[in-house]
């Protein structure tokens, strides 16, 4: 609790410091970092093609006066995210998106750990009162069913207990096109993991609306 109030303290000094220095803040405008991996930093794209750009000009598009960070950095696990939360939570976040998980499948990382590193996370969040959007990350069949469960079960058991906002799948917008995997393909990226333009778009689609979701929340809050 005490941290919390600090991290509320830590936002009105900065208020303070951006008035007296005469720079003019919007007082609707939100802050929202990204806390992700190659998907949210945008690997193989043009810079304007990635997650995070084109979430921003979705946000805009729909009337909404928010600035997205990138925090999205390639290769990362959700113990890199628990590592570096601390500093992405500047006193000017105001909500944070988190998409973590993917690299420790790719890793065989043990479900507990993963959900360990992400409790951290949102531990985190709520102690700086920052309100997060939660994507999950469903694990594959090849690990078995028991991995499978439990690895699932990660992402809506720590939203319900830190009362996130929950998107299931970072993919859902790309999925929901079409069953057929050679037609999803199409909105991938040769390496068959990363989404290309087109993907990325239809990806936003549906994470745009839940961002919304969480802009809301922020208002709320304030």
Not at 84 to 105: C, K, S, Y
Not at 159 to 181: C, K, M
């Amino acid at each position: 609790m005490a941290y919390g109030v600090f991290g509320e303290m830590r936002k009105v000094l900065a208020g303070i410091v951006l008035s007296v220095c005469g720079i003019v803040a919007n007082a609707e405008q939100v802050t929202i970092a990204a806390l992700g991996d190659s998907l949210t930093q945008g690997y193989g794209l043009m810079q304007q093609d990635g997650f995070v750009p084109q979430l921003q000009a979705w946000l805009t598009d729909n009337g909404a006066d928010a600035v997205v960070i990138n925090a999205g950095v390639s290769g990362d696990t959700t113990a890199g995210g628990a590592s570096r939360v601390a500093w992405t939570l500047t006193p000017d976040v105001d909500g944070m998106i988190v998409a973590l998980g993917g690299n420790d499948l790719l890793r065989g990382i043990a479900p507990e750990v993963s959900r360990s590193n992400l409790d951290k996370i949102l531990a985190a969040s709520s102690q700086a009162t920052v309100d997060v959007l939660l994507i999950g990350m469903q694990a594959p069949g090849n690990y078995g069913p028991e991995y499978k469960a439990t690895f699932d079960a990660i992402y809506p058991d720590l939203a319900e207990q830190y009362d996130a906002l929950y998107e299931q799948n970072f993919f859902t917008g790309i999925a929901g096109e079409t069953s057929d995997p050679a037609e999803m393909q199409s909105y991938m990226q040769d390496d068959g993991i990363h989404p290309n333009p087109e993907g990325v778009q239809q990806i936003v689609e549906v994470i745009g609306p839940r961002v919304l979701d969480l802009i809301d929340r922020i208002g709320i809050a304030n």
